[in-house]
């Protein structure tokens, strides 16, 4: 089956809701080194089963590293506050130093000021679940996916990459 074939398959939430799980191979560097993503469902979903596979991967999976994306027009929802909540319950040795906080579309962001009052309301909000130093990027999928188009390497101007595969090269303490 093709990505395109697949995308039709996944997007349709008729069709979606009577698929278990979808493996994609993709070859790139970053998969060459023996890394595997696992891309779940999105907690903000209006499905709530969207949150339940995504919840249940999380639970049971040793996921090294989680990348937990929130928007930007609505960092921080309270979905996110209720998975993360739901998350510390069942993770009792959950090790933060493999979790990534990430801002997606911080380009809508009109004015740096603004970019820096939404990226310090997300620290805050995580600040009131004990996390303290979180590794929060803002990244703009937008404009990786236009640099790329253009032939370009996608830079690190967030340093997300770096300190993304710091945490790959990390052991994990829950180990």
Same mark, same amino acid.
């Given at each position: $089956? ?24 993709? %070859? &790139? ?8 993503? /696992?891309?779940?469902?999105? +907690?903000?979903?209006?499905? +709530? ?8 991967y999380i639970k049971n999976a040793d996921a090294d590293p989680i990348l937990f994306l929130t928007y930007f027009n609505h960092a921080f929802s309270r ?9 510390? *319950? ?6 933060? %130093?493999?979790? #990534? #906080? /990430? ?16 990226? +310090? ?7 009131? #679940? ?13 404009? +990786?996916?236009?640099? *790329? ?11 997300? %990459?770096?300190? #993304? $595969?710091?945490? $790959? ?5 829950? &180990?």
């Amino acid at each position: $089956m093709s990505l395109a074939e697949s995308h039709k398959m996944v997007a349709n939430e008729k069709i979606a809701c009577l698929i278990e799980s979808v493996t994609m191979y993709y %070859d &790139c560097p970053f998969t060459k080194q023996g890394n595997v993503l /696992v891309d779940t469902p999105g +907690a903000s979903s209006i499905h +709530a089963r969207h949150t339940e596979v995504a919840f249940h991967y999380i639970k049971n999976a040793d996921a090294d590293p989680i990348l937990f994306l929130t928007y930007f027009n609505h960092a921080f929802s309270r979905s996110d506050r209720e998975f993360l909540i739901q998350l510390g *319950r069942v993770k009792d040795t959950f090790s933060l %130093d493999k979790m #990534f #906080f /990430v801002i997606n579309a911080i380009d809508l962001a009109q004015t740096e000021q603004e970019r820096k009052d939404v990226t +310090a309301y997300v620290k805050a909000q995580l600040l009131t #679940f004990g996390i303290r130093h979180p590794k929060l990027f803002g990244v703009s999928s937008k404009h +990786a996916l236009l640099e *790329r188009q253009n032939g370009g390497t996608l830079s690190d101007a967030s340093g997300m %990459d770096r300190s #993304f $595969m710091s945490g $790959m090269n990390t052991p994990n303490k829950n &180990c």
